[in-house]
């Protein structure tokens, strides 16, 4: 094959056209944003389809943070305003939104994506951009990596959910821990999680199978369960999964303690489940008990998911979106100056010890993300809403 040679001049101009780019993203994120009026921040998560009740409690909890912020006066004389676009937790639908907003003039940030697949898909978008990515709803590990500059997480990680799992299961002698996780991103990160937590105490799944997203589709899934007859199972999915796989096990009276990660959507798990079936399921989480009135941060929740909506139910989903909005809004008050990308950054990241009351922000320690708050909870042993 004939190979061209460019010549000196074209080398030189092609040096300028790819040096070009990259200054005018740096620019851009040192650029103020000047709107007197609103701080504009993006958003694309699921609010219709079959995950839509975890785009939909999550967006609810953090609107009802900014409302009270806004009613206050805003940050600086200056309100947010968040614009929400569904992607029906579908990659596609989510690139096809983020440059719909990334397009929008004076745009700040995006913020609360939901969901590990369709947060993936944009990161090379905003890394390229600029753009910081605040508290996506996601533990995976991928959102963590040190060569991402613009994303900042609120929650702790999957890993640091399942090896509490792992470690509760293992004290309760159920050792035969079989793992289902959901075909994409996020499953993958889960199943990753969930070896690597069973690898510390010498041992490995009993069965492995996999579920399809936004599916209630588990026969090939049960059909493995039903094999390997597992005293344990983690699953790492939605609750669409999760609820049909549950029914399937108590069906064929498969007696495993069922244990679910924290995106599964706690709520949205029980609605799914008749009466009385989700009796001993357990589920991670990574906020405080969302009816617990004595935690001052859960008070604050409660008071203001109910300014709004006098009959407005709580739940672990939009008291995540009301932590990421706090965190949001606790480095939008900080940056020092003109407000620009660069700064909201660098402001969150420099978070250290900041008491919500009952939570904290935290980035001296781990700075992919500002908390590291988990706990186990279970279907069936407290009452969920006094």
């Known amino acids: 094959m004939r190979k061209l040679i460019p010549s000196n001049t074209s080398i030189a101009f092609g040096i300028i056209l790819a040096v070009m780019p990259a200054t005018a993203q740096q620019q851009n994120a040192r650029t103020p944003f000047e709107n ?3 701080i504009l921040l993006g958003q694309s998560l699921p609010l219709s389809g079959p995950s839509a009740q975890i785009g939909q409690k999550y967006r609810a909890g953090a609107n009802a943070w900014f409302d009270e912020v806004n009613r206050e006066g805003g940050i600086k004389g200056r309100k947010i305003k ?7 937790y579908e990659p596609d639908l989510t690139v096809t939104n983020t440059k719909a907003l990334l397009a929008k003039p004076n745009l ?9 697949p369709t947060t993936k898909e944009i990161l090379p978008l905003i890394e390229k951009k600029k753009v910081p990515l605040i508290a996506p709803l996601t533990g995976a590990s991928l959102l963590r990596k040190n060569d991402l500059k613009m994303v900042v997480n609120l929650r702790a990680s999957y890993r640091m959910e399942i090896d509490k799992i792992v470690n509760s299961l293992i004290r309760g002698a159920r050792q035969k821990i079989a793992v289902i996780y959901q075909d994409d991103a996020f499953g993958k990160d889960g199943l990753r999680s969930a070896e690597a937590a069973l690898k510390q105490h010498g041992l490995k799944p009993v069965a ?3 579920v399809q997203r936004n599916s209630a589709q588990i026969n090939p899934a049960l059909r493995v369960l039903e094999k390997a007859q597992p005293n344990a199972v983690i699953i790492i999915s939605t609750y669409v999964s999760s609820a049909a796989l549950s029914k399937a096990l108590l069906q064929q009276n498969i007696k495993a303690r069922i244990m679910n990660v924290s995106f599964v959507g706690t709520r949205a798990l029980e609605n799914s489940l008749p009466v009385g079936q989700a009796n001993g399921i357990g589920v991670s989480q990574v906020v405080p008990f969302p009816w617990d009135r004595w935690i001052p941060v859960v008070a604050d929740y409660q ?6 909506n006098p009959s407005a139910r709580f ?4 008291l995540e979106g009301f932590m990421a909005a706090r965190l949001l809004t606790e480095g939008l008050k900080r940056v020092p100056g003109p407000l620009t990308r660069e700064k909201l950054i660098t402001t969150l990241k420099s978070i250290q010890k900041v008491d919500l009351g009952g939570f904290k922000l935290d980035f001296s320690s781990n700075k992919q993300q500002a908390s590291d708050y988990v706990e186990l909870t279970f279907f069936g042993a407290q009452q969920w809403e006094p």
Request: proline share 0%.
């Open 315 to 318: 739940g672990f989903t939009s």
């Open 303 to 308: 008071r203001l998911m109910r300014v709004n």
């Open 208 to 210: 492995i199978a996999t």
């Open 36 to 38: 007197k009026n609103n």
């Open 82 to 88: 968040l614009i929400s676009l569904d992607d029906q």
């Open 108 to 116: 700040l940030a995006l913020f609360g994506y939901v969901g590990t």
